[in-house]
């Protein structure tokens, strides 16, 4: 059916930079939204950063000016670029592709949502 893979999670120091990058396949026909979403321990998963297939893209608060999301429709992936990074950042970040078409067993089916496994993201003081 429909995959999604996270990579790029890893340590680094307060201040530093780490790329995420989440690809979705399958026999994908459009993805409307993929977003980044993270989740540290003891706290709900809440969300980082969302873009539609048109590019327009939304941040928590708490995001704004140190993270950018970016998307390649033909590639099916989305990236988050993360800056100043913060110990408070560290969770672990999951890809979410919301709105999914493809096919399967010879007909269309419309508008799932997946989740990728998640991605370690720690940062140190």
């Known amino acids: 059916q429909v995959q999604v893979v996270e990579s790029g999670g890893g340590l680094v120091q307060s201040g530093g930079s780490l790329r995420l990058s989440c690809a979705a396949s399958g026999s994908l026909i459009r993805i409307n939204t993929m977003g980044w979403y993270r989740q540290a321990p003891g706290k709900e998963r809440e969300l980082a950063a969302r873009i539609t297939s048109g590019g327009v893209t939304n941040y928590a608060e708490i995001v704004k000016g140190r993270f950018t999301i970016s998307r390649d429709n033909a590639k099916n992936t989305v990236y988050l670029q993360m800056n100043s990074l913060k110990p408070e950042d560290t969770a672990v970040y999951y890809c979410?592709?919301?709105?999914?078409?493809?096919?399967?067993?010879?007909?269309?089916?419309?508008?799932?949502?997946?989740w990728g496994q998640g991605t370690q993201v720690t940062v140190s003081s």
């Open positions: 979410k592709a919301e709105g999914v078409q493809y096919y399967y067993g010879g007909s269309i089916r419309n508008w799932n949502d997946y």
